[in-house]
């Protein structure tokens, strides 16, 4: 079965949509109790005029809010963790894909998903995303 490779929106509206993911992640994990979720909810709309103009996907933000004040239970510590590493390994990637440009190659060559988990980023994700992707353009 062939890998499946996960799709990461390149350039700047990439970074700004998981800037808004990461964004929402450490909202709702900052949250100690269901109730400041549903408040944060019922007055969301003051706090996303402001991040949109920043250019935040504020209707994500707010669905991610909103969906997490009406769970029955918070997020647990590991559960923001795992989703604070997916969305800061999309935009490690984004930058990357960038930096890295014409020399994905060298960079596979040299890249070790080990020392990736080790701070913080899904290896993993990163070799399917640039390295995969160049074996294919072979």
């Known amino acids: 079965m062939a890998r499946q490779s996960p799709t990461i929106i390149q350039g700047l509206p990439g970074v700004l949509e998981y800037a808004s ?3 929402a ?14 408040h944060l909810c019922k007055h969301i709309d003051g706090l996303t005029g402001r991040l949109h103009q920043q250019g935040y996907d504020t209707v994500f933000i707010k669905n991610a809010i909103c969906g997490a004040a009406n769970a029955t239970r918070l997020a647990t510590d590991a559960e923001i963790q795992v989703q604070t590493i997916q969305a800061s390994t999309k935009i490690w990637i984004v930058q990357a894909l960038g930096a890295f440009k014409g020399y994905e190659r060298a ?7 080990d020392l990736a988990f080790g ?4 290896g993993t994700a990163v070799i399917d ?7 294919k353009a072979r």
């Open 107 to 113: 960079f596979c060559n040299i890249f070790s998903p």
């Open 21 to 23: 993911q990461t964004l």
């Open 129 to 135: 995303e640039i390295c995969f992707k160049e074996e």
């Open 119 to 122: 701070v913080g980023l899904n």
């Open 25 to 38: 992640i450490e909202i709702v994990g900052a949250a100690t109790n269901i109730d400041q979720l549903k």
